[in-house]
């Protein structure tokens, strides 16, 4: 049974397309992040929610917006796909985010390819 | 310059061999992370310490407040030990603040 799952798992798409990437956690975890990696492998927080509130929101183009019906999902939606989106985009969750000391447990990734 | 620098950024070993990664960090931090992630892309929480020292079968990590600094040390490594290993850091919201990673292979 996963613990975070994120789908899809690959995404191929052209230009201009609107395409979201969903993740649920069965962890009971209070807070959830996206992050992505980009061609060098390098990994950064895009968003994070705790208890469906919205608590990071870094320099990320306002085509990302982020969703959260409830503790357990964070949607990823992205509008007006550019080239320069594709990455691959991790979900994660851990139980309390605001002591940093609690254990992350991350989805497989979504692989975003922009043609 | 990164707030979390790791080295080597590459490693090739040859089974059998004790292999150590290190980490630097430059922000003040509630906890350190390390993280491997698969040649397949997924990625699993190694440790998480805050002091001292943490062992999970060959795995070993240790941290240095002081200086700034935690090792990841692998004995008796193995080619399935090949991976990037990735340092992070927790911050101050709980997100995680990564180092760009060590991407091991481990030969026969």
């Known amino acids: 049974d996963t613990a975070v799952s994120q789908t899809p798992k690959y995404l191929v798409t052209q230009m201009g397309n609107d395409k979201s990437i969903k993740c649920e956690q069965n962890?009971?975890?209070?807070?959830m992040y996206w992050y992505k990696q980009d061609s060098k492998k390098f990994l950064k927080i895009m968003f994070s929610?705790?208890?469906?509130?919205?608590?990071i929101n870094e320099t990320v183009p306002n085509r990302f917006s982020p969703k959260s019906p409830d503790k357990a999902h964070l949607n990823l939606h992205i509008n007006s796909l550019e080239l320069g989106d594709s990455a691959v985009y991790f979900c994660?969750?851990?139980?309390?985010?605001?002591?940093?000391?609690?254990?992350?447990?991350f989805g497989q990734g979504t692989r975003l390819t922009v043609v | 310059k990164n707030e979390v620098e790791q080295s080597p950024q590459n490693l090739t070993a040859q089974e059998g061999e004790f292999i150590t990664i290190n980490c630097s960090y430059s922000?003040?931090?509630?906890?350190l992370h390390w993280l491997q992630q698969h040649p397949g892309g997924g990625i699993v929480s190694l440790f998480m310490?805050?002091?001292g020292k943490k062992k999970h079968g060959r795995l070993i990590a240790t941290i240095n407040i002081q200086e700034k600094h935690s090792s990841l040390h692998i004995t008796a490594s193995h080619p399935r030990d090949s991976a990037v290993y990735i340092c992070?850091?927790?911050?101050?919201?709980?997100?995680?603040?990564f180092g760009k990673g060590t991407k091991l292979s481990v030969k026969p």
């Open positions: 922000v003040g931090i509630s906890a």
């Open positions: 929610y705790n208890n469906k509130e919205l608590i």
């Open positions: 962890l009971g975890h209070d807070t």
């Open positions: 992070a850091v927790g911050g101050s919201q709980g997100n995680l603040i």
């Open positions: 994660a969750s851990s139980q309390n985010a605001l002591d940093g000391r609690t254990e992350a447990f």
């Open positions: 310490l805050s002091s």
